[in-house]
């Protein structure tokens, strides 16, 4: 049949950029899914102190495709 597509929310974090904290997220979610077939970044944001961003953050939306 058909293939079931499913959707789930992953944080990532980096002290370098969001590029890394994406990666991050993504190596987060191959830990616990399989079948993987794309990611969308809804939300960068990131800590600041003393005027300097100190951790990168990344919220992507990682879809998966659930084994037949």
Known sequence: GM??????????????SWEAAVRNAL???NMTL???T???VIKEN???DDGRV???RATILVTFV???
């Open 38 to 40: 794309g990611l969308e």
């Open 54 to 56: 100190v951790e990168y």
């Open 34 to 36: 399989r079948n993987i």
């Open 27 to 29: 190596e987060r979610a």
């Open 3 to 16: 293939a079931v597509a499913r959707q789930t929310q992953i944080i990532g974090a980096s002290p370098h």
């Open 66 to 68: 659930l084994d037949k």
């Open 46 to 48: 990131a800590a600041v």
